[in-house]
Nanobody
């Protein structure tokens, strides 16, 4: 089965930066879109950013200009560079990927906490 392994979460002060990484492995079919979603306690899981294998990106309005999504197709890895972090960015961030059969997969989630 497909496994998504995340890293890079942690605690940071407001205005600081973090870089999240997620590597996909075990897929029998090509990975198509990858992305990041987040879910805070008591809130709905929401899109943060997505990127296709060709490099087309989509961002939530709340993170435009602050976050940048990128990927390394050779490594099946997606990144999320988060700058100018705000306390309202505090959430569990989930990696997402889908394959050529349109099956979707989720990572385990990584905690991002922004203080001050």
């Amino acid at each position: 089965q497909v496994q998504l392994v995340e890293s890079g979460g942690g605690l940071v002060q407001a205005g600081g930066s973090l870089r999240l990484s997620c590597a996909a492995s075990g897929s029998r079919y090509r990975i198509n879109a990858m992305g990041w979603y987040r879910q805070a306690p008591g809130k709905q899981r929401a899109l943060v950013a997505t990127i296709t294998s060709s490099g087309s990106t989509n961002y939530a309005d709340s993170v435009k200009g602050r976050f940048t999504i990128s990927r390394d197709n050779a490594k099946n890895t997606v990144y999320l560079q988060m700058n100018s972090l705000k306390p309202e960015d505090t959430s569990v961030y989930y990696c997402y990927a889908d394959d050529a059969l349109q099956y979707g997969y989720w990572g385990q989630g990584t905690q991002v906490t922004v203080s001050s």
